[in-house]
């Protein structure tokens, strides 16, 4: 058998042929590996297929950038200009207007405390015993610089105004005997100029049963120690503190006094003030009648 010729590729040609076809340039070029030419610089198309081929069509490469959209859309923030203006319109606006807002300012003078828990009174055979009462807990206003006490701020002071105090200690007697015990309460005053405690500054509490001074209190009875005193501005100075002390005539570990917590307060507040333990506005008398008038004719309008 006779043996066919085999063709043999031409590789550089076969690579110019394909750099112009990646880069679409096939039209331009005149190199004849390429494109063939006539004298007149014409493409020379060969069909070699068994059909001839009216239309040739090349390759075309697609390059896809973004700068002709960048050119196009404008991305900046233009919605505002900085620094804002405002126009305002010339007309004539009435904006003279009275507001009279009443704001509730902290009575700096007001305070209620109590004692946390149930505590036994000290007890002994002399004022050398007693002690300072727990009242730590702060029901309402004023913080306490001092634990259990009331301390006289720049302010309180400055502010000219006398104080009324309004205490009510409830507290019962334990015993195994048949006896009783007699229980002495006391306002006792701080000062840093003073040499010695003034425990007894404001004695005398009322009693329900009054004994010496105190309170006669018997076997598992339960009473109230009352007090209301006003305290002058004269009577006391920056720094000072006030606190409430307690003893009990007698007592051992089968005799006590115990203090009930939640039946106990101490009140302060400004003596100036018609008002309750509470800091509450207390209605006068008159005010309370006049009520009462007009309560009357609106009920005789009706009949």
Do not use: C, H
Not at 226 to 249: C, H, P, Q, R, Y
């Amino acid at each position: 058998m006779a043996q066919e010729e085999q063709s043999f590729r031409d590789i550089v040609n076969e690579q110019q042929i394909q750099e112009y076809e990646n880069a679409g340039l096939t039209y331009k070029t005149d190199n004849n590996n390429v494109n063939l030419r006539d004298l007149g610089g014409n493409i020379v198309v060969i069909d070699e297929s068994e059909s001839q081929t009216v239309l040739v069509i090349e390759p075309v490469v697609k390059n896809i950038t973004m700068d002709s959209f960048l050119r196009v859309v404008n991305t900046q923030f233009n919605y505002f200009n900085f620094p804002a203006s405002t126009n305002i319109l010339n007309a004539d606006l009435d904006i003279d207007v009275d507001l009279n807002i009443e704001q509730e300012t902290e009575d700096p003078i007001y305070a209620r405390y109590k004692p946390i828990d149930q505590q036994q009174i000290p007890a002994g055979g002399n004022i050398n015993f007693a002690n300072e009462l727990e009242m730590s807990e702060i029901e309402e206003g004023a913080l306490q610089k001092r634990p259990n006490r009331y301390y006289i701020t720049k302010e309180i002071k400055d502010s000219g105004v006398d104080l009324r105090f309004r205490v009510k200690i409830n507290f019962r007697y334990d015993s195994p005997d048949v006896d009783f015990n007699t229980t002495y309460f006391y306002i006792t005053r701080f000062s840093p100029d003073a040499k010695f405690t003034d425990v007894t500054y404001k004695e005398f509490f009322n009693f329900e049963n009054p004994l010496a001074g105190g309170g006669r209190i018997d076997q598992y009875n339960v009473q109230e120690a009352t007090k209301e005193v006003v305290i002058e501005n004269s009577e006391f100075d920056v720094g000072d503190s006030f606190a409430l002390f307690g003893l009990a005539g007698t007592g051992n570990s089968a005799k006590y006094s115990t203090i009930n917590a939640d039946q106990t307060y101490w009140s302060i507040t400004d003596a100036s003030k018609n008002v309750d333990e509470w800091n509450r506005e207390i209605a006068s008398p008159i005010s309370q009648q006049t009520a009462v008038v007009q309560n009357v004719t609106t009920q005789n309008t009706i009949r």
